[in-house]
């Protein structure tokens, strides 16, 4: 079966860094879309970035020109790069592939942002 794994959350303070990874394993012939969800406690889930097969990228109003979403086919992986984060990006992240016509989502990684 496909798998998404998930890594690269923790605690980080104002206006600090870091870097999100995804990575498919399984069953893979190709990816179409990658994208990046976020929800935050009592909120709904909301679409942070998205990435089409041929690189095309789409951002949240709140994260234009602090995150980066690219991906890596050789490796079956995507990445959001955040900067400049603020505690309102606190939540636990997710990312969703379309593979073979199917939906799968990884697992979520907590990020907090706190001084």
């Known amino acids: 079966q496909v798998q998404l794994v998930e890594s690269g959350g923790g605690l980080v303070q104002p206006g600090g860094s870091l870097r999100l990874s995804c990575a498919a394993s399984?069953?893979?012939?190709?990816?179409?879309?990658m994208r990046w969800y976020r929800q935050a406690p009592g909120k709904q889930r909301e679409l942070v970035a998205s990435?089409?097969?041929?690189?095309?990228?789409n951002y949240a109003d709140s994260v234009k020109g602090r995150f980066t979403i690219s991906r890596d086919n050789a490796k079956n992986t995507v990445y959001l790069q955040m900067n400049s984060l603020k505690p309102e990006d606190t939540a636990v992240y997710y990312c969703?592939?379309?593979?073979?016509?199917?939906?799968?989502w990884g697992q979520g990684t907590q990020v907090t942002v706190s001084s």
């Open positions: 399984g069953s893979i012939f190709s990816i179409n879309g």
């Open positions: 969703r592939m379309v593979v073979a016509d199917r939906i799968h």
């Open positions: 990435i089409t097969s041929g690189g095309s990228t």
